[in-house]
């Protein structure tokens, strides 16, 4: 299983960025599927995670202001981030779980959100 992540860039406070990640390979047991993301100097943590039928979990730092959504039959998970903040600074990742208990994780993709 891979997980491949793009969208991450430089915005301004109060801007807004797409995160999207697309699953490939051995796809068949795939449950939930989210994001989380690393600051410097800091642990990683949870940003949002979907299910398989849709329904989602974020972290309170991100609740009314990022979405995540997802497309089975495409095997895609999306992120919008809207009105952004400083301390959204991070590598964000692209994260899988399977039926059977494997984790998979995407390449980092770097969001900087100027004050």
């Known amino acids: 299983v891979q997980l491949q992540a793009s969208g991450g860039g430089l915005v301004q406070a109060g801007g807004s960025l797409r995160l999207s990640c697309t699953v490939s390979?051995?796809?068949?047991?795939?449950?939930?599927m989210g994001w989380y993301r690393q600051a410097p100097g800091k642990q990683r943590e949870l940003v949002a995670i979907?299910?398989?039928?849709?329904?989602?979990n974020y972290s309170d730092s991100v609740k009314g202001r990022f979405t995540a959504s997802r497309d089975t039959a495409k095997n895609t998970v999306v992120l919008r981030m809207n009105k952004l903040k400083p301390d959204d600074t991070a590598v964000y990742y692209c994260?899988?779980?399977?039926?059977?208990?494997?984790?998979?994780w995407g390449k980092g993709t770097q969001v900087t959100v100027s004050s």
């Open positions: 979907i299910s398989t039928v849709g329904i989602t």
């Open positions: 390979g051995s796809i068949f047991n795939i449950n939930n």
């Open positions: 994260n899988a779980d399977s039926t059977g208990g494997l984790i998979y």
